[in-house]
């Protein structure tokens, strides 16, 4: 069974780095095909693609975010980390992180972690 | 940036009747779409990947179909705990972008 919980604060200061901790079991990020995926929701808002990293450290960013966003990976602990800096309350949302399957040319992400409320505010 | 497009913004029908959501993309994305939903304080779950394939443990009233830029994904006949929101998501030229959702909600 596949499982990720996110973790980090639920507050940050405006011009912060918010540091998020995505753990995971019942795959390895060393395993060919797979990846780990960060997304965002505003409250009451749709869905928003932050990152992707994939199993051979290949990285990927949405262009409106490229700048202020890092992510690594420790694969002996099982974590994916995403760092975005110069926070603003416009960043206020449920962070998620997510498990991308072994697939060919697509990329879809199956499951998902329950979240994890970051508010912005001074 | 591939934008898409669902339609409608909020769907309004009751238990047993049959639900046709609607994804249109800016351009063609072939075969890479899939539909997720998600219940009201939930995270959002994987329903159908490339088109027209069910995740794991989704059950049969649950379809996808279309190509190029349009996309459906139909439930065949609703049960209560399908009112949610639906998104669909694309990814294209390393760039992975998501619908603004239809609400499926209770008539």
């Known amino acids: 069974q596949i499982t990720l919980k996110e973790s980090g604060p639920t507050l940050v200061k405006p011009t912060q780095t918010l540091t998020l901790t995505c753990t995971f079991s019942?795959?390895?990020?060393?395993?060919?095909?797979?990846?780990v995926g960060w997304f965002r929701q505003p409250p009451g808002k749709a869905l928003e693609w932050l990152a992707l990293?994939?199993?051979?450290?290949?990285?990927r960013y949405s262009p409106s975010l490229n700048s202020r966003l890092t992510l690594t990976k420790d694969t002996s602990k099982n974590q994916v980390v995403l760092a975005l800096t110069n926070m603003d309350p416009v960043d206020t949302a449920t962070y998620y992180c997510?498990?991308?399957?072994?697939?060919?040319?697509?990329?879809?992400?199956?499951?998902w972690g329950q979240g994890t409320l970051v508010t912005v505010s001074s | 940036e591939i934008v898409l497009t669902q339609s409608p913004a909020t769907l309004s029908l009751s238990p047993g009747e049959r639900a046709t959501l609607s994804c249109r993309a800016s351009q063609s994305v072939s075969s890479y779409l899939a539909w997720y939903q998600q219940r009201f304080g939930q995270a959002p779950r994987l329903l159908i990947y490339d088109v027209s394939n069910r995740a794991t443990g989704i059950p049969a009233r649950f379809s996808g179909s279309g190509s190029g830029t349009d996309f459906t994904l139909t439930i065949s006949s609703l049960e209560p705990e399908d009112f949610a929101v639906y998104y669909c998501?694309?990814?294209?030229?390393?760039?992975?972008?998501f619908g603004q959702g239809t609400r499926l909600e209770i008539k």
């Open positions: 997510a498990h991308r399957p072994l697939s060919f040319g697509s990329d879809w992400f199956d499951p």
């Open positions: 998501q694309q990814r294209s030229n390393w760039q992975i972008t």
């Open positions: 019942g795959f390895s990020l060393s395993t060919v095909g797979v990846g």
């Open positions: 990293i994939y199993w051979d450290g290949d990285k």
